[in-house]
């Protein structure tokens, strides 16, 4: 029998609100390859999300905020934690966490920082929520994942960087639209992509992205969850991984027994591309969207540098009545203006202008 | 702009934080802690819906200083649901044409950056009340 390295708080946590951002822009990948391949190649997706001028970090932040706030009914002034996960944060030094903080009302008695690691920046800071809440410190604290990818151009990961994400309110189980059976980490010391400080564009190690970082470490994070908890995939309704491309989630989904089915409704970097620290976030609001009560979830997010972080989720009865109180994420994801590689150009700042 | 007028103006600017006036419920936007219909001091803080209607719009093509790298954009007063008559750009349009009655909702976007070294100044815009997708 292998030790239990599920983590669990003293008193039982689950999500209050949850709320998505998607900005309106979308980049065909095909624009990519036409500008850099002579349109030859494979494609990763089929378009990805951009945002617009006006749109940053903590933009996106304030309205996914806003969202979750809207579907848990908790004023924003009991809220004990504001914590956003990012790689994209607008300052290098200034909270992003600080604005989104007092945008929505939370300040001043609240705690506010921001987070970091690579793409499971946000699932770090639920975690994080989930020991606030659950050791008593706070009632209710925020959560949030959101990125607006960077990806050289002509570089591989320009195809997939993204921008979107999602916030969830942890507070206490019994008053939650889906609860929090258990948490598992698994990091350790991986070099797959990186950007170091006062860069513009990350690095990454080619192969070495698949099987030694994503692939090891999604796999050993989901199946000691599910180990620990004594489920199998079967137990589940739904599953949602961290997304870089289509491929890679499709492929570990299959390699832990999960059918297409359950892996689908959180399937949404094919229409919005990586969307980074909100990636394996904003899949689960397009599952929260739909599931119902007792459905269970299990989330595996995935981070460069590396580790996984994976829940153990379940839909309770309140779910279904409060999740009209905000916009769903397929609105967002419909809600589509197609641009050519100039105008993105443009909106990401990749113009020489002076 | 200096610092210290952005952090003053940041509530109202964020998130639409007026006035109501205690003695004829007038919604006030910007505050000014002095009812302009009855003239009695008004300093209760009222949370605007964020919801109003296009009154009337230009498009900025000769943009001032600060706001030259988001020209052309769209400018519009926008009557709040509250009452309220309220200057503010216009987002997310893409290709919509705006008109006059158009409903909108105010979101917290990037009006400016004070250089490449200075502040990011966040504050409100308006745009076309988002659709709800129907699910299948």
Not at chain 1, 18 to 37: D, M, N
Not at chain 1, 162 to 178: I, K, N, Q, V, Y
Not at chain 2, 95 to 119: A, F
């Amino acid at each position: 029998m292998p030790e239990n390295h599920l983590m669990k708080p003293n008193r039982p946590v689950g999500f209050a609100g949850y709320g998505a951002y998607i900005p309106q822009f979308r980049l065909p990948a095909s624009e990519v390859a036409r500008i850099w391949t002579g349109g030859q190649g494979g494609l990763p997706i089929k378009e990805k999300a951009v945002a617009g001028l006006d749109e940053d970090v903590i933009t996106m932040s304030i309205e996914a905020a806003r969202n979750a706030l809207a579907r848990s009914g908790v004023p924003a002034s009991e809220i004990r934690a504001v914590w956003v996960g990012s790689e994209s944060h607008p300052y290098a030094v200034k909270p992003t966490s600080t604005v989104v903080a007092e945008a929505i009302g939370a300040t001043p008695h609240t705690q506010a920082a921001d987070w970091e690691f690579a793409c499971k920046a946000g699932t770090e800071a639920i975690q994080a929520a989930i020991g606030f809440v659950g050791s008593g410190m706070a009632e209710y604290a925020l959560a949030i994942g959101m990125d607006t990818a960077q990806g050289r151009p002509g570089d591989a990961l320009e195809y997939t960087a993204g921008a979107g994400g999602a916030a969830f309110l942890l507070g206490p189980a019994e008053t939650a639209l889906c609860t929090i059976e258990g948490s598992y980490s698994f990091a350790t010391d991986t070099p797959d992509f990186w950007r170091r400080a006062n860069e513009t564009y990350p690095e990454h190690g080619e192969r070495f992205t698949g099987e030694p970082a994503y692939f090891k470490h999604i796999t050993t994070a989901a199946q000691s969850l599910m180990e620990s908890t004594g489920t199998t995939p079967d137990d589940f309704r739904y599953v949602v991984f961290h997304q870089p491309n289509t491929k890679f989630p499709l492929r570990v989904g299959k390699d832990l027994g999960f059918r297409e089915d359950q892996i689908e409704t959180g399937l949404l970097v094919p229409e919005i591309g990586n969307t980074y620290a909100g990636s394996a976030l904003v899949g689960l609001t397009a599952i929260l969207d739909v599931a119902e009560a007792g459905d269970r979830i299990l989330m595996v997010s995935y981070g460069s540098g590396a580790g996984s972080d994976a829940f153990s989720l379940q839909a309770t009865g309140l779910l279904s009545a409060r999740r009209s109180a905000a916009p769903d994420t397929l609105s967002y994801v419909r809600r589509r203006t197609e641009i050519d590689y100039a105008t993105y150009a443009r909106l990401r700042g990749k113009l020489v202008t002076k | 702009m200096e610092t210290s007028r952005h952090w003053r103006l940041r509530q109202q600017r964020y998130a639409l934080v007026g006035e109501v006036c205690p003695s004829c419920e007038l919604k006030i936007f910007p505050p000014r802690d002095i009812c302009p219909d009855c003239g009695n001091e008004a300093r209760t803080i009222f949370q605007f819906s964020g919801r109003g209607e296009v009154y009337s719009h230009t498009t900025v093509y000769q943009a001032p200083a600060g706001h030259t790298e988001n020209s052309p954009y769209p400018l519009a007063i926008v009557r709040l649901e509250e009452g309220p008559l309220v200057t503010a750009q216009l987002t997310d349009l893409a290709d919509k044409p705006v008109e006059i009655g158009m409903p909108v909702e105010m979101v917290t976007r990037k009006l400016r950056s004070d250089g490449e070294r200075g502040i990011l100044v966040y504050g409100y815009k308006f745009r076309p009340r988002l659709a709800r997708a129907e699910q299948s």
